[in-house]
């Protein structure tokens, strides 16, 4: 395996787990945004849109790629904490369905850009619920003290000025509280935040007619064998039950929990070198192909690429990349066969937040050309025997 590293993406993976995404929900007023910043490799979006998927957009660029990848227009939500003027203009003159505000002076200047244009958009309030997500401290976006979300002062003024706005129709609400959680109550508790919001939107602003709980549910990264399928139904049943007296379309941005488990990170083992007490194994992959060890400390499993298990002894390697940075490893102490230069190894669960947060630092795009973009659409992930 001569061109490492790479992505390797298992499309059957993703097949079946949007196949299960879609039958949680068939029976509900459900729909389900793909939330396009967790992976936005051209084949991954054509697949998803493919399925009926709208998508959740973060930049002008996010749009434009969804459109070509064959999402509806109609189904494209847009969110963002500094959408600049040339996204929102991207946002208008595509017609999408529903643009997601974050402060008062976003919703003045999407009024007057608007007006311009001759067109009024359907706008959703994102609003900070202040429910605690219970996930990394990084990764955590719902509370009071994140910067997502207009707040209570905002809203209060918004609903003096609702009169002086004419090229906004505010009919929604959006929350999103965090990533990769995976305690349900977490979810529970937001719903009852809702439960209390929903009635002071509709006493101040209007007839609520769009509801979005934004996306968050975690994968199994420990063991992703064992969760290929993230819990769907358990966390559609949340949302169906938390919201069971609320009549309205329920609208979900999953990114992770749709993508991660289908995607690997491939890479070769440069050199394995000993210190006093540690095994040192550096790979041709670093934080700048997988990002998310080195920003919130998260832990990915990695394996040994085709090894037979009874020949080998096991080590404790501290698995580290070649970026001049000391948080460029991606764990210590992983226990592994013993391993020797030019071995090959799968880092697991890099089908969200890797190849789209991938960096150029230290030349890397330029740095040999060497990171290949392979999408295979019959294998399996490959697996250690
Ligand atoms: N929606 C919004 C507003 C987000 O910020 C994010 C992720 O940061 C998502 C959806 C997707 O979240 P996840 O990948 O955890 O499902």
Same mark, same amino acid.
């Given at each position: 395996m001569e061109n490492t590293p790479f992505y390797f993406y298992?499309?059957?993976?993703?097949?079946?787990?949007?196949?299960?995404?879609?039958?949680?929900?068939?029976?509900?007023?459900?729909?389900?945004?793909?939330?396009?910043?967790?992976?936005?490799?051209?084949?991954?979006?054509?697949?998803?849109?493919?399925?009926?998927?709208?998508?959740?957009?973060?930049?002008?660029?996010?749009?434009?790629?969804?459109?070509?990848?064959?999402?509806c227009p109609k189904s494209i939500a847009f969110a963002g904490v500094g959408k600049t003027d040339d996204e929102i203009a991207i946002a208008l003159t595509n017609r999408i369905g529903m643009i997601h505000c974050e402060s008062?002076?976003?919703?003045?200047?999407?009024?007057?850009?608007?007006?311009?244009?001759?067109?009024?958009?359907?706008?959703?309030?994102?609003?900070?619920?202040n429910v605690n997500a219970l996930t990394h401290e990084k990764i955590s976006t719902g509370l009071s003290e994140n910067k997502f979300g207009l707040t209570v002062l905002e809203f209060a003024e918004l609903v003096t000025l609702m009169p002086t706005l004419n090229h906004i129709n505010i009919v929604g609400l959006h929350f999103?509280?965090?990533?990769?959680?995976?305690?349900?109550?977490?979810f529970e508790q937001l719903c009852e935040r809702i439960n209390e919001i929903v009635p002071q939107f509709e006493n101040t602003i209007g007839k609520l007619e769009y509801l979005n709980v934004g996306g968050g549910l975690g994968v199994n990264y420990e063991?992703?064998?064992?969760?290929? %399928?993230? #819990?769907?139904?358990?966390?559609?049943? &949340?949302?169906?039950?938390?919201?069971? @007296?609320? !009549?309205?379309?329920?609208?979900?941005?999953?990114?992770?929990? %749709?993508? #991660?488990?289908?995607?690997?990170?491939? &890479?070769?083992?440069?050199?394995?070198? @000993?210190? !006093?007490?540690?095994?040192?194994?550096?790979?041709?992959a670093g934080m700048t192909e997988l990002m998310r060890p080195a920003l919130y400390g998260a832990k990915h499993k990695i394996e040994k690429f085709n090894h037979v298990e009874e020949m080998f002894s096991e080590l404790?390697?501290?698995?580290?990349?070649?970026?001049?940075?000391?948080?460029?490893?991606?764990?210590?102490?992983?226990?592994?066969?013993?391993?020797?230069?030019?071995?090959?190894?799968?880092?697991?669960?890099?089908?969200?937040?890797?190849?789209?947060?991938?960096?150029?630092?230290?030349?890397?795009?330029?740095?040999?050309?060497?990171?290949?973009?392979?999408?295979?659409?019959?294998?399996r992930v490959a697996k250690t025997a």
């Open positions: 298992d499309l059957n993976v993703l097949e079946d787990t949007l196949n299960a995404v879609l039958n949680s929900t068939k029976s509900d007023n459900f729909h389900i945004h793909y939330a396009v910043k967790a992976n936005n490799n051209k084949k991954i979006l054509e697949k998803i849109a493919a399925k009926g998927l709208g998508s959740d957009c973060v930049s002008g660029w996010e749009i434009e790629a969804s459109i070509k990848a064959g999402f008062l002076e976003e919703i003045l200047v999407i009024n007057e850009m608007a007006e311009a244009m001759n067109y009024v958009p359907r706008v959703a309030l994102r609003l900070n619920p999103h509280i965090g990533s990769q959680i995976t305690e349900m109550n977490v063991d992703p064998d064992q969760g290929i %399928i993230p #819990a769907f139904e358990d966390y559609f049943d &949340t949302f169906r039950w938390g919201l069971r @007296k609320l !009549n309205v379309p329920i609208h979900f941005e999953l990114g992770r929990s %749709i993508v #991660a488990q289908c995607g690997s990170l491939r &890479t070769k083992v440069l050199y394995v070198k @000993k210190s !006093n007490d540690k095994n040192f194994a550096v790979l041709d404790a390697y501290d698995i580290v990349g070649p970026i001049c940075e000391s948080s460029d490893s991606f764990g210590t102490g992983v226990i592994l066969p013993e391993l020797k230069r030019g071995d090959i190894l799968t880092i697991r669960s890099c089908g969200a937040y890797a190849e789209s947060m991938s960096l150029r630092y230290n030349g890397r795009q330029e740095v040999g050309n060497n990171l290949k973009r392979q999408v295979n659409t019959s294998l």
